[in-house]
């Protein structure tokens, strides 16, 4: 099992930046060997995918609308995920979340499917303001 808690949100406006983190604990060796994901929900619609990352950090996969602006990383030393959030749009406010893969699948292009991924933290919220 794998517990995980993301940090980082808050309120900032258009144009600003922000990173989030998405620690983990629990069975970590697990977190070194799983895909990792960002996805966000906003209020009335439904999650969506945002960012993905390898286990090795190696290979990295972003949803067109974030293309360009959003970074994700991970440190497999820390076991956390980051996603750097810049030039931040209104469009970007939504509660966002991490999620782990279960450990030793590959990395697939079947991974912006939020079914894809056996763990999941509470979420964080982010609010750009205009």
């Known amino acids: 099992q794998v517990q995980l808690v993301e940090s980082g949100g808050g309120l900032v406006q258009a144009g600003g930046s922000l990173r989030l983190s998405c620690a983990a604990s629990?069975?970590?060796?697990?977190?070194?060997?799983?895909?990792m994901g960002w996805f966000r929900q906003a209020p009335g619609k439904e999650r969506e995918f945002v960012a993905a990352?390898?286990?090795?950090?190696?290979?990295?996969r972003y949803a067109g609308s974030v293309k360009g602006r959003f970074t994700i990383s991970r440190d497999n030393d820390k076991n956390t995920v980051y996603l750097q959030m810049n030039s931040l749009k209104p469009e970007d406010t939504a509660a966002y979340y991490c999620a782990a893969e279960a450990p030793g699948r590959p990395f697939s292009s079947g991974n912006y499917n939020d079914d894809w991924y056996a763990y999941w933290g509470q979420g964080t919220q982010v609010t750009v303001s205009s």
């Open positions: 629990g069975r970590t060796g697990s977190f070194k060997n799983s895909n």
């Open positions: 990352i390898s286990w090795t950090g190696a290979v990295t």
